[in-house]
């Protein structure tokens, strides 16, 4: 029987300094950083992103421009990306066991999806409910699903999808144009406190439409190797703050 109390050589109940935390967390942000490195990155607008109301950013995105130094993905947001992934699969459970019949894959395991304009746009939704109790949503249904810290949820619970999230809501606009759905639930958690929010989004033509000609637009642009117009006149905007493209933006010609 193995001794673990004496002569072992393992310091047992020692505690784990702020260094040997700090050296834990390198490792796990640096091997998923080289995982996301080693991802072939997209050669296609993805129906995700359209809602980005700056479309010079979305070119250097699909043109595959190198973010400012110091702006690229770190471990920090890969981990809240991955995070998302498992609580989307806890959302999936419990609609499922609610009696919502949500289908999220193809028979041979990949993801619904779409694509277009020769391939250069495309995009995989999270789910399709084809059928389930009687919530005053016709089925079937294109199925959305975000994960969201308090705050972010928060504001999408006082302001609607529309308002507070307009990216998600022109991506789901996107989905039912190529999908040919006419409505869609969008849930989202909240990270915090595991409540959920579900709204009903219905299909807006006109919307769809002009975010499918801003799409051909701007695969146009990358394709020629043109920049659309800044978003703002000065660097100090706030979205121009926050994209990992400033610099390289700001710095190059108008």
Request: net charge negative; charged share 25%.
């Amino acid at each position: 029987m193995i001794d673990l109390n004496h002569g072992s050589g393992a310091v047992y109940g020692a505690t784990i300094t702020d260094e040997t935390a700090t050296r834990i967390n390198a490792l796990v942000d640096g091997a998923l950083v080289e995982r996301h490195r080693r991802q072939p990155p997209r050669d296609y607008l993805g129906a995700s992103r359209i809602g980005e109301p700056c479309a010079r950013r979305l070119v250097y995105e699909i043109s595959h421009a190198p973010p400012d130094e110091g702006r690229e993905f770190d471990g920090t947001i890969l981990r809240i990306f991955e995070a998302g992934h498992r609580f989307e699969t806890l959302s999936i459970g419990w609609l499922r066991a609610a009696g919502f019949d949500l289908w999220t894959e193809r028979r041979d395991g990949g993801q619904f999806g779409f694509s277009a304009a020769g391939g250069r746009l495309r995009g995989h939704i999270d789910g399709v409910i084809v059928g389930g109790p009687d919530v005053g949503i016709a089925w079937p249904a294109l199925w959305e699903h975000k994960a969201l810290n308090a705050k972010s949820w928060n504001d999408l619970v006082k302001r609607g999808l529309a308002v507070s999230k307009p990216i998600y809501f022109a991506q789901a606009q996107l989905y039912m144009a190529y999908m040919e759905l006419a409505v869609a639930l969008f849930t989202a958690i909240n990270k915090d406190t595991q409540a959920l929010y579900h709204e009903a989004v219905a299909f807006d033509p006109a919307e769809a439409q002009g975010l499918s000609d801003k799409a051909v637009e701007i695969i146009r642009a990358a394709e020629a190797g043109e920049l659309p117009p800044r978003i703002a006149a000065a660097s100090d905007f706030y979205l121009c703050r926050l994209c990992p493209y400033q610099r390289r933006c700001w710095e190059g010609a108008p």
